[in-house]
């Protein structure tokens, strides 16, 4: 079985650009999750989404993020413009539903924003 | 209320040793108990979890000690490996506002084993 695909691994971007960081979920999974890990901040929870729909994006540290689930197959997270203090990996996550302890992580995407 | 707080940051065990990590959490709402393993460029994945009404599980190699009413959790790691050295984060989860189940994450433990 397929696991969370992420794409890409690795950007590298300039400070400024728009950066667009992809997920596919475990098929048949119904939560989707966001997060970014750095050495500071540890493992951060961005978002999350039960069936498409966002649920709580508390975690999302500024307008310049955003994240879309169009589908129960795909996801996005969008930093426009970018920060050097963006640079971390981002994690997307996957649970069967919202009632399940246990989360299905991605290889995650490196960022380095420059 | 919503911390778990994990320590130690990083341990060095020798091969063959016993590899601990230990959390400790407030909120008694909480009702389940993972520890994730991270290894190097790759995503966080289950390791073993506990729920409080058992007082140790054990897989393996690996095991959770939970004590309830000091509010802690460990895991031990017998005959530590090379293979074992990795990132562990501890995690407790409970029913949030939303009725979703939500993993509230320890710092991390950076485990290196010496061959």
């Known amino acids: 079985d397929a696991g969370v695909i992420q794409s890409p691994r690795h950007e590298v971007t300039e400070m400024g650009q728009e950066v667009t960081l992809r997920c596919k979920p475990i098929?048949?999974?119904?939560?989707l999750f966001w997060y970014r890990q750095t050495m500071m901040r540890g493992l951060e929870l961005l978002i999350y989404?039960?069936?498409?729909?966002?649920?709580?994006d508390s975690g999302m540290p500024e307008d310049r993020f955003s994240a879309k689930m169009p589908n129960a197959s795909f996801s996005t997270l969008k930093i426009q413009p970018s920060e050097p203090r963006d640079s971390a990996v981002y994690f997307c996550?996957?649970?069967?539903?919202?009632?399940?302890?246990?989360?299905?992580f991605g290889p995650g995407t490196r960022l380095t924003v420059t | 209320q919503q911390q778990v707080k994990q320590s130690p940051q990083s341990l060095i065990v020798q091969k063959g040793g016993i590899s601990i990590i230990n959390c400790a959490y407030e909120n008694t709402a909480f009702d389940y108990f993972p520890w994730y393993q991270q290894f190097p460029g790759k995503g966080p994945a289950l390791l073993i979890a506990i729920r409080p009404d058992v007082s140790e599980k054990k897989e393996g190699r690996f095991t959770i000690s939970f004590n309830k009413s000091a509010k802690q959790f460990s895991l031990h790691i017998m005959d530590s490996q090379p293979g074992d050295s990795a990132t562990y984060f501890c995690a407790a989860s409970m029913l949030g506002w939303d009725s979703n189940y939500q993993l509230i994450w320890g710092a991390g433990t950076k485990l290196i084993i010496k061959p």
């Open positions: 098929s048949g999974h119904n939560s």
């Open positions: 996550a996957s649970s069967p539903d919202r009632l399940t302890y246990e989360q299905y």
């Open positions: 989404f039960n069936n498409n729909v966002p649920i709580d």
